[in-house]
């Protein structure tokens, strides 16, 4: 069956452009995150939506990070004016409801030149 | 703040032989502990979960044991084969002033290498 799917896989892009991450997630799955993956470590939180909401967006690490969800279905990532530190894989979950186990893609792995 | 973490950043076992892999967690109000597997350029893989109303779940060659006294997370695997050699990542999910969503706290993963 399909599971989440993010694209593009990889991105490189020079510092200072903007980029759009796309995450489609599992049919049905109400609850949507995304995370951030640097080298070599864990998973950091970014955002949560439940449906179009996001009611926890605790994890952006600055107004350069934005994200939105239409309806149920697909969510965009936008980091602005990039910076080399964006570099990182970043990871979108999908669950069927928001205590329900979370199920990834294979993350978009950015680049900032 | 709080997070999770790993007493152990590398495990090298002989195929075969069952593998532990052990976490720390510090927050007593985590409710719900998930274990991972995520193989180099792919994204975690979901391989068992428990809430905090049990204290023993098992799987298909893999058993989780959670310890809330001494706030203690294993993941037992049975007859470790070499396609288990991937990084291990626990995470709990803080129930913040009741309101219990997925959010979930990653530690920093443990690397298991299994040897045929």
């Known amino acids: 069956g399909a599971g989440v799917s993010q694209s593009p896989s990889n991105k490189v892009t020079e510092k200072g452009k903007d980029v759009e991450l796309r995450c489609d997630p599992i049919s049905g799955h109400t609850a949507l995150y995304w995370y951030r993956q640097r080298l070599g470590q864990g998973l950091e939180f970014l955002i949560y939506?439940?449906?179009?909401?996001?009611?926890?967006k605790s994890g952006l690490p600055s107004d350069r990070f934005s994200a939105e969800r239409t309806g149920e279905s697909v969510s965009t990532l936008t980091i602005q004016r990039t910076q080399q530190e964006d570099s990182a894989v970043y990871l979108c979950a999908s669950s069927l409801t928001s205590n329900q186990p979370q199920h990834f893609g294979d993350g978009t792995r950015l680049s900032i030149l | 703040g709080e997070s999770v973490g790993l007493h152990l950043p590398t495990l090298s076992v002989q195929e075969g032989d069952n593998s532990i892999i052990n976490c720390a967690y510090s927050?007593?109000?985590?409710?719900?502990f998930i274990w991972y597997k995520q193989e180099s350029g792919k994204g975690p893989q979901f391989i068992i979960d428990?809430?905090?109303?049990?204290d023993k779940r098992q799987g298909q060659r893999v058993t989780v044991l959670l310890n809330k006294t001494v706030k203690h997370l294993s993941l037992q695997i049975a007859a470790t084969q070499p396609g288990d050699s991937a990084v291990y990542f626990c995470?709990?999910?803080?129930?913040?002033?009741?309101?219990?969503?997925?959010?979930?706290?990653f530690g920093q993963g443990t690397i298991l290498t299994v040897h045929p």
């Open positions: 995470a709990e999910n803080v129930n913040a002033g009741g309101t219990s969503y997925g959010k979930l706290t």
């Open positions: 428990i809430r905090s109303n049990m």
């Open positions: 939506f439940q449906g179009n909401s996001a009611p926890d």
């Open positions: 927050n007593s109000a985590s409710d719900y």
